[in-house]
């Protein structure tokens, strides 16, 4: 997938973190190919979290232009609103199903 070879790319060998240019370039892709893929399909939680992660990264870095790091800072709360409103919700049982299904397991 896209966000695993992405993921991959934002470390420099050493395991330093990469350059802002970097991490504003992929983190532009990411949020092109979520744009693309949720005109076509249902929206991808996984990459969304990834978009997410990185312009956390991007405010986080203290090099950054003050204006760029509360704009990434921004983003990433915003982003974090679309994992939330994606991912999916857990069952409810009501008390019929939990007793039908605790007669199965009887």
């Given at each position: ?13 050493n ?11 992929a ?24 978009i ?13 232009a ?10 990433s ?25 605790g007669?199965?397991?009887?």
């Open positions: 997938m896209v966000t695993d070879k992405m993921d991959s790319a934002f470390m420099e060998p395991s330093a973190p990469a350059q802002p240019e970097l991490l504003v370039s983190v532009l892709h990411l949020m092109s190919h979520y744009t693309a893929s949720n005109q076509e399909t249902k929206s991808c939680v996984k990459l969304a979290s990834v997410e992660r990185h312009l956390k990264a991007l405010a986080d870095l203290p090099n950054l003050p204006v760029l790091r509360a704009t990434c800072q921004q983003l709360e915003q982003w974090a609103t679309v994992v939330e409103r994606t991912m999916p919700q857990p069952e409810k049982f009501n008390l019929f199903a939990r007793i039908v299904s007669a199965r397991s009887i």
